[in-house]
């Protein structure tokens, strides 16, 4: 079994900054991408930043330049690194990891979400 366990959720001023975080425990082979969502009330969720195995990093539009999503694999750890945040960027932040627990075994899991409140 695999769990995500997100943190650094909270309540900012627009124009500050905050540092979620996300760690993986539990049967892991190997993390082959993690990757950050959001969903704002009566949207859908939508892909916030991925970064997967060989290092590469993609961003929706909006956050680019703004966001940096990096990972710590010796801590089964990703991060996403939020500045200059803007009262749009409210949502619930969700972690994703596609986790193999054995070789041939694999499977999407999620965080249980954390707050993202940006007031202007």
């Known amino acids: 079994q695999v769990q995500l366990v997100e943190s650094g959720g909270g309540l900012v001023q627009a124009g500050g900054s905050l540092r979620l975080s996300c760690a993986a425990s539990g049967s892991i082979y190997r993390i082959n991408a993690m990757r950050w969502y959001r969903q704002a009330p009566g949207k859908e969720r939508e892909l916030v930043a991925a970064?997967?195995?060989?290092?590469?990093?993609n961003y929706l539009d909006s956050v680019k330049g703004r966001f940096t999503i990096s990972r710590d694999t010796a801590k089964n750890a990703v991060y996403l690194q939020m500045n200059s945040l803007k009262p749009e960027d409210t949502a619930v932040y969700y972690c994703y990891a596609h986790i193999n627990s054995a070789p041939l075994a694999f499977s999407d899991y999620w965080g249980q979400g954390t707050q993202v409140t940006v007031s202007s």
């Open positions: 970064a997967v195995s060989d290092g590469t990093t």
